[in-house]
């Protein structure tokens, strides 16, 4: 395997380069910046989690989604959250094997006993046929392989993405834990940005994208080193259409009440439904959340509360909720 692998920077590749640098002014230079909230970077980190265990098969959403819970499909996402978080916390000056095991014992935390631990059998990639699609090396090479790829990482580099972007594709080609290469390759890639200063003013959830094209997203995975033009291409044209999603949903979002937009996902359907609906029971607002608890919608609905959006009506039906006048 080299690292890196041979590739051209094409001309589609310099203009998807240059329209997301294009972006990146665009969102500084309007102040984009100042309608991301805490909330709303607390929310782009909690779906950029979502969509990359989505992608491995996680069925919960934005929605169902309920933080507190300790079922493996929950602890999937909080643990991706809690990595994610370590990276916004941390100072980001190299990518080495300590780190990369801290990712992976991150997001492997009360999931799975290996943690933190590289393999040390063979390992094959499955479809689902169940037939072997990949075999990664061995583990006698993998530690070199890593630090060949550590090396290329942390040099210099005058295209960031698409370092971040070939770091992994080779992350997941040398494939070094049993389970969570995806989750700690979709990791990496936000890593490797900022250890180079690349900097964006908004979120980007490119786990979003990845996870709605996943077919095409694994096909340029499995031929990368065949053809990692294609497989640039196909990332760098996820990232802007990311970039171009966010910077829509901040513009409306700007429009809003500085109230409504420190809501979740879940607390603002459920404000929309009860501003749609004279008096509602919270009977009547879980039949229309059929998969979140009881005590989470109590929860979302003091949170409404709270924030001066809802207020209680007692009657002889019992406790309903109203819009706030």
Same mark, same amino acid.
């Given at each position: 395997?080299?690292?890196?692998? &041979? ?14 640098? $294009? ?6 230079? @309007? ?12 929310? $782009? ?11 491995? #098969? ?11 819970? =300790?079922?493996?499909? +929950?602890?999937?996402?909080? @643990?991706?959250?809690? =990595?994610?978080?370590?990276?916004? $916390? ?14 992976? +014992?991150?997001?492997? @935390? ?9 393999? +040390? ?6 479809? &689902?046929?169940?037939?072997?699609? /990949? ?8 530690? #070199? ?17 698409? *370092? =971040?972007? %070939? ?19 979709? %990791? ?8 180079? @200063? ?65 809501? *979740? ?12 609906? +004279? ?7 879980? !039949? ?21 959006? %809802? &207020?209680?009506?007692?009657? *002889?039906?019992? %406790?309903? /909720? !109203?819009?706030?006048?």
């Amino acid at each position: 395997m080299n690292i890196p692998p &041979a590739y051209k920077v094409t001309s589609t590749i310099l203009a998807l380069i240059s329209e997301i640098d $294009s972006l990146r002014l665009y969102g500084k230079g @309007n102040n984009l910046s100042k309608h991301v909230t805490i909330t709303i970077r607390r929310n $782009s980190l909690l779906r950029s989690s979502l969509y990359s265990a989505r992608i491995e #098969g996680n069925q919960l959403s934005e929605l169902t989604l309920h933080e507190d819970n =300790a079922d493996t499909e +929950t602890l999937e996402i909080t @643990n991706i959250i809690k =990595a994610l978080e370590y990276l916004e $916390s941390s100072q980001i000056l190299c990518i080495d094997h300590l780190f990369i095991k801290k990712i992976h +014992t991150t997001i492997g @935390n009360n999931i799975f006993p290996e943690k933190g631990m590289y393999r +040390t059998e063979m390992s094959g990639i499955f479809n &689902a046929a169940d037939n072997v699609v /990949y075999m990664p090396p061995p583990p006698t090479q993998m530690n #070199g392989l890593l630090d060949e790829l550590f090396k290329y990482v942390n040099s210099r580099s005058d295209f960031p993405l698409i *370092t =971040a972007f %070939v770091a992994h594709l080779i992350f997941e080609k040398i494939h070094p834990f049993l389970d969570g290469n995806g989750r700690v390759g979709r %990791v990496l890639i936000p890593a490797v940005l900022k250890s180079k @200063n690349f900097i964006v003013e908004f979120p980007v959830t490119l786990e979003e994208y990845l996870d709605t094209h996943r077919a095409q997203y694994y096909d340029v995975l499995s031929q990368g080193l065949q053809n990692v033009e294609s497989y640039l291409e196909f990332m760098l044209r996820a990232y802007l259409e990311q970039m171009k999603k966010t910077i829509e949903k901040l513009e409306l979002q700007s429009n809003k009440p500085a109230v409504i937009q420190e809501l *979740t996902a879940r607390q603002e359907k459920l404000y929309t439904i009860v501003r749609e609906h +004279t008096v509602v029971s919270l009977n009547f607002i879980a !039949r229309r959340f059929l998969k979140v608890p009881e005590r989470t919608l109590r929860n979302d609905i003091s949170k409404l509360i709270e924030k001066g959006l %809802v &207020a209680k009506v007692r009657n *002889t039906k019992g %406790v309903e /909720y !109203r819009i706030s006048e």
